[in-house]
């Protein structure tokens, strides 16, 4: 069974960073797409950044474009989420995803499987 596991988050004031991670057991590490999504309190599920190992592809929510790089550890089973500069408004709950599909999609219908997600709270 696919499991993924957020970590990482945490309270931070704006300006500073998080790395967020998430590890998968319950299968190899695929060439499938993963992603990155959030949800703020009352907010619906928005997309933050999907990235293609089977394309090599990432894309980036234009939100977060410049502050926020995923990457992963294969070795490891493992990607992570490195956001810099964190605004109040990137507060939320952080959950990482694996689709399934190979190509890149910020379709969150296309993500199968799902972390429990982790909160990021921004002070101003």
């Known amino acids: 069974q696919v499991q993924l596991v957020e970590s990482g988050g945490g309270l931070v004031q704006a300006g500073g960073s998080l790395r967020l991670s998430c590890a998968a057991s319950?299968?190899?590490?695929?060439?499938?797409?993963m992603g990155w999504f959030r949800q703020a309190p009352g907010e619906e599920r928005e997309f933050v950044v999907a990235?293609?190992?089977?394309?090599?592809?990432?894309s980036y929510a234009d939100s977060v474009k410049g502050r926020f790089t995923i990457s992963r550890d294969n070795a490891k089973n493992t990607i992570y989420l490195q956001m810099n500069s964190l605004k109040p408004e990137d507060t939320a709950v952080y959950y990482c995803?694996?689709?399934?599909?190979?190509?890149?999609?910020?379709?969150?219908?296309?993500?199968?499987?799902w972390g429990q997600g982790t909160r990021v709270t921004v002070s101003s």
């Open positions: 995803a694996l689709a399934n599909r190979f190509g890149i999609t910020r379709d969150l219908n296309e993500y199968h499987y």
């Open positions: 319950g299968l190899t590490f695929s060439r499938r797409a």
């Open positions: 990235t293609s190992w089977s394309t090599g592809s990432t």
